[in-house]
């Protein structure tokens, strides 16, 4: 099935430092979505961006909707230990509409 | 409750056995997802149900799974003759199922068939 292609798969960074990750599509989706995963949990949203060239931020998280509405970046700022996790991109055509999710970005934060 | 929950947490049956998930919403949320997550992968959609209507079996892989949704709040995923291959993590998700209503997901159900 269709798929988004997410980068990097994964990233070594060190407690501070900034994070940067980002997902295309060759197809438009009208809202995207960041998700984060702790191993043995469910995903859980962090950001939700509705509306092409959309900036939002939440805390230390900021996420852009682009342009085109074929890709969105995250950045994390001051990274810190609990950061660590998988984070996940998922676009979507409606808001009724299945999740297209990419295969993930794998964080880990060395202290 | 407060979040979406699922049951069982774990799950570890032999191949040809018959298995159910159970997946109970948020509650007032009318749409309900199931999704699927092998090792290391993203997740791959599997059936919505929204309110009233008829699901969207779409991703569903196989005519072994099937779905059902009682009284338009628990669901219940079946998966007939398991085989190896269905081993993965199974999650449920829910939402107000209008245009801004954003999916929440359960825990998953860890599915290994031996």
């Known amino acids: 099935g269709q798929q988004l292609n997410q980068s990097p798969q994964s990233m070594f960074i060190q407690e501070g430092e900034d994070v940067s990750m980002n997902c295309t599509s060759s197809s438009i989706f009208n809202t995207w979505l960041w998700y984060k995963q702790d191993p043995g949990e469910g995903p859980v949203l962090l950001i939700a961006?509705?509306?092409?060239?959309e900036l939002t931020s939440n805390g230390r998280l900021t996420a852009q909707f682009g342009i085109t509405r074929k890709d969105s970046f995250l950045n994390i700022s001051a990274s810190i230990p609990s950061d660590v996790g998988i984070y996940f991109c998922a676009g979507q055509l409606g808001g009724n509409t299945p999740l297209v999710f990419g295969k993930g970005t794998r964080l880990s934060v060395i202290a | 409750g407060a979040g979406v929950s699922q049951s069982p947490s774990n799950k570890v049956t032999e191949k040809g056995k018959d298995v159910e998930l159970r997946c109970d919403p948020i509650?007032?949320?009318?749409?309900l997802y199931w999704y699927r997550q092998s090792l290391g992968q993203g997740l791959e959609f599997l059936i919505y149900?929204?309110?009233?209507?008829?699901?969207?079996k779409s991703g569903l892989p196989s005519d072994r799974f099937s779905a059902e949704r009682t009284g338009g709040s628990v669901s219940t995923l079946t998966i007939q003759r398991t085989q190896q291959e269905d081993s993965a993590v199974y999650l449920c998700?829910?939402?107000?199922?209008?245009?801004?209503?954003?999916?929440?997901f359960g825990p998953g159900t860890r599915l290994l068939v031996l």
């Open positions: 509650s007032g949320h009318t749409a």
């Open positions: 998700a829910s939402s107000l199922g209008t245009r801004l209503g954003s999916q929440y």
């Open positions: 149900f929204q309110g009233n209507s008829a699901p969207d």
């Open positions: 961006l509705y509306k092409a060239g």
